[in-house]
């Protein structure tokens, strides 16, 4: 299974996992598994089980330009 998981909150800048999971359920095949958390903590690990591949989508203060891919 694929999973892309977008982090963060629902609000403000911290948004930015959540949108992309919204953009992606327009452009991916549903057997791809798209799931926005909200900031899940240790939780997290229980959403790696069972995975072949998976993407995580977070903000972060990198000092990297806007848009970077880290």
Same mark, same amino acid.
């Given at each position: 299974?694929?999973?892309?998981?977008?982090?963060?909150?629902?609000? &403000?800048?911290?948004?930015?996992? +959540?949108?992309?999971?919204?953009?992606?359920?327009? @452009?991916?095949? !549903?057997?791809?598994?798209? *799931?926005?958390?909200?900031?899940? &903590?240790?939780?997290?690990?229980? +959403?790696?089980?069972?995975?072949?591949?998976?993407? @995580?989508?977070? !903000?972060?203060?990198?000092? *990297?330009?806007?848009?970077?891919?880290?």
């Amino acid at each position: 299974m694929i999973r892309v998981i977008g982090l963060g909150s629902p609000f &403000g800048d911290d948004r930015v996992g +959540w949108r992309v999971i919204e953009l992606l359920q327009a @452009l991916l095949p !549903a057997q791809i598994d798209l *799931v926005a958390l909200d900031r899940p &903590g240790a939780a997290l690990i229980n +959403w790696m089980q069972g995975v072949d591949h998976l993407v @995580l989508v977070d !903000a972060v203060c990198s000092g *990297v330009a806007p848009g970077s891919i880290v």
